[in-house]
């Protein structure tokens, strides 16, 4: 008697690894969220208060 060599994945398989890897890359988003929410970037000190009624009466 010889055994039956299946190619296919059994679909329980290939939805587990799906899954696994779903929540892989959730978990490194949500790690890559927090890492960018801890780093400070630098935040323009002075306000630009830019005069633009010259430029609408031209029109």
Do not use: C, H, W
Request: aromatic share 10%; net charge positive.
């Amino acid at each position: 008697m010889q055994l039956k060599y299946n190619r296919q994945p059994s679909l329980g398989k290939t939805l587990f690894k799906t899954i696994i890897k779903l929540l892989l890359l959730l978990v490194i988003l949500l790690f890559a969220i927090f890492l960018i929410e801890k780093v400070s970037f630098p935040s323009p000190e002075k306000k630009f208060n830019i005069d633009i009624t010259n430029e609408i009466k031209k029109l």
